[in-house]
């Protein structure tokens, strides 16, 4: 189920070679970072988290079975680690969030006319109002809901990868993401419901 690079990337790395980490590191950090990021909201933390989690992986390497994608078992331990910190800050009463500005479904939303095309000054606005707006609504969605909102629409992986990732069924993913989305629908709906009576 790996790919060839990384079946080369898993056999360097148990043999402990320097190299392969920081390989591993260039090849994965930006996913990895833009993964936690999603799921904690707070990118100083998410650039913390994502290092303890490439540590952990060289350290349990071994740990390694081949069973499913080495992405997928990378990004189950980047899921996991980032939902260990929001309960670390949540008893901490830490709530520093930033939007997901760095993400690549706000460098999408950012330019709403795509393309080269410079969008006129309304449509631009009405579009970082949006963006906002959904980035609202992703911090106040539990945790296993942001996160599979980010594994999906933001990072784009399978079902299938997901389902691994989260270690839950297919179908445990397809309604959990129904849910999410259906979540940050209301929300952003009583916003604007709001807004237009303002």
């Known amino acids: ?73 990378l990004f189950r331990i980047a899921s996991n680690r980032a939902k260990n910190r929001i309960k670390y800050l949540a008893r901490r009463n830490h709530r520093q969030h930033q939007g997901l500005d760095d993400t690549r479904e706000s460098r999408i939303e950012s330019n709403p006319a795509g393309g080269g095309a410079d969008p006129r000054p309304d449509e631009s606005a009405q579009g970082r109002e949006l963006a906002d707006l959904v980035q609202e609504g992703l ?11 980010v594994l999906r629409d933001v990072e784009d992986l399978s079902y299938a990868d997901i389902a691994e990732t989260l270690d839950v069924a297919e179908g445990t993913v397809k309604s959990r993401l129904y849910r999410a989305r259906s979540k940050l629908k209301d929300y952003i709906d009583a916003r604007y419901d709001l807004e237009d009576k303002v």
């Open 1 to 73: 189920m790996t790919s060839r690079p990384d079946r080369k990337l898993v056999r360097r790395l148990k043999q402990r070679e320097e190299e392969a980490f920081t390989e591993m590191v260039r090849r994965y950090q930006d996913q990895v970072i833009s993964i936690i990021h999603g799921i904690v909201g707070d990118r100083e933390e998410a650039r913390e988290v994502a290092q303890e989690v490439f540590i952990a992986v060289f350290k349990y390497i071994d740990s390694f079975r081949g069973d499913a994608k080495f992405s997928t078992w």
């Open 139 to 149: 911090e106040e969605l539990a945790p296993k809901y942001r996160e599979i909102i």
